[in-house]
């Protein structure tokens, strides 16, 4: 398995609080994203980073932000909770030109 | 705006049949396809990545592009109770800086013991 964790790997939160989800991989791959996957919906990418500090939007990008200080490390945060934001979120590493993503074991966050 | 559409399931075969899933993609540029299965609760798991026509096989699987139709498939053989899963078609556009995926809303097999 690629070497991908995610932290916390449960949480519950209220609205209105802002929320840090962690991955960190130990691939020393160049490119990481983020993912929520809701039933219906399927796996939707919010944003991804091609590099230290180079990041860019997804296609549901609204409310939340990234940023990338080193290259093991990429982090989501929900910058004011919402309901709407429960999820379960992934995150994904690639280091191939053609694309291959390995997933990570997922954050389940619910947001009361 | 790019889709990938998946037929959702569930799709049931008997064990020891081939299971065939389909998927089909509308960005005619599309390089890169992948399948991921994902089971209940966990994330999803690359099994398949397939970048010309044809087919290519790994196992009891395989995977089979047509870019003409803008179809991948994935044939599934000697079909195992352990198959049951969602299957989730991917693809890549291909090109500078397009390392991004589309996914498809995934299929869900079951496989009858």
């Known amino acids: 398995d690629a070497g991908i964790t995610q932290s916390p790997r449960h949480k519950v939160t209220e609205t209105g609080t802002p929320v840090t989800l962690r991955c960190h991989q130990t691939?020393?791959?160049?490119?990481m994203y983020w993912y929520r996957q809701d039933p219906g919906h399927g796996l939707r990418l919010i944003h991804y980073?091609?590099?230290?500090?180079?990041?860019d939007k997804g296609e549901v990008s609204d409310g939340y932000s990234v940023s990338r200080s080193k290259t093991e490390d990429f982090l989501l945060t929900l910058e004011s909770a919402t309901s709407s934001q429960t999820s379960v979120y992934f995150c994904?590493?690639?280091?191939?030109?053609?694309?291959?993503?390995?997933f990570g074991p997922g954050t389940r966050l619910t947001v009361l | 705006q790019k889709e990938v559409e998946q037929n959702s399931g569930p799709l049931s075969v008997p064990e020891g049949a081939i299971a065939s899933l389909n998927c089909t993609y509308s960005?005619?540029?599309?390089?890169?396809f992948f399948w991921y299965r994902q089971y209940s609760g966990k994330s999803p798991e690359l099994i398949m990545s397939?970048?010309?026509?044809g087919d290519k096989e790994d196992g009891r699987f395989t995977a089979q592009l047509n870019k003409a139709s803008q179809y991948v498939s994935l044939l599934i053989r000697d079909s195992q109770p352990s198959d049951s899963a969602t299957y989730l078609c991917?693809?890549?556009?291909?090109?500078?800086?397009?390392?991004?995926?589309?996914f498809g809303k995934g299929t869900k097999l079951s496989v009858i013991p």
């Open positions: 994904a590493i690639s280091e191939s030109d053609r694309g291959e993503q390995f």
């Open positions: 691939e020393n791959h160049r490119y």
């Open positions: 980073s091609y590099g230290v500090k180079d990041t």
């Open positions: 960005d005619r540029v599309s390089q890169s």
């Open positions: 397939i970048y010309s026509n």
């Open positions: 991917a693809v890549n556009p291909g090109g500078a800086g397009s390392y991004q995926l589309t």
